[in-house]
């Protein structure tokens, strides 16, 4: 092989090898998104970037209370790998897709069998109010009541109570759709 076209193929196989590397990191290990609105003011802010560790996702783990995640508000469809792999933003550049408006950024209230309650302006977790000193304001729970996490679902609230679409109007998450949980700096 002339000398020419071996440096061009070497080329080329190097950024075969980076691409693949970018695609397996962003749709098994983590990924960046972008927070898109202000639901969950004041802890993150519209158009801020974050990074999202997607090993919850990859082997399932159950995110914990509190966890920042992202997730797919698609609830009534099933996610597939076709989903992981459309969602990565090497994909979405190569195919010049239109954003994502599917993906939320909330914060994990309830893992599955918490018996979740909204009243006098606060949550409680079975039977114990929640310590939500990163809420932005004074929520307002009009006829909620009480409701259970089934299994393998959890709920989602976002820290901007008054002005959030989460599982008080999409219903519970299934574990599958939690897409990953934010990443905090230094890890």
Not at 104 to 123: A, T
Request: no cysteine; net charge neutral.
């Amino acid at each position: 092989m002339p000398v020419k076209l071996k440096e061009i193929w070497d080329w080329i196989r190097s950024l075969a090898f980076a691409a693949t590397l970018a695609l397996v990191l962003g749709i098994f290990v983590f990924q960046p998104f972008k927070v898109e609105g202000h639901s969950m003011d004041p802890t993150l802010h519209d158009q801020q970037r974050i990074y999202v560790s997607k090993l919850p996702h990859t082997f399932s783990y159950l995110p914990d209370y509190g966890d920042i995640v992202v997730i797919d508000s698609r609830v009534n469809r099933k996610r597939t790998f076709r989903d992981d792999l459309l969602g990565h933003p090497l994909i979405h550049l190569m195919l010049g897709n239109q954003k994502e408006d599917f993906m939320y950024v909330k914060r994990v209230i309830g893992k599955p069998g918490d018996v979740l309650e909204f009243k006098d302006h606060l949550v409680y977790r079975n039977g114990k109010p929640l310590d939500e000193p990163y809420i932005k304001e004074t929520a307002q729970y009009d006829g909620l009541g009480k409701v259970v996490v089934p299994d393998n679902h959890i709920f989602v609230m976002g820290d901007n109570r008054n002005n959030s679409r989460d599982s008080r109007d999409i219903g519970f998450i299934p574990l599958d759709h939690v897409i990953g949980t934010k990443l905090e700096w230094p890890f």
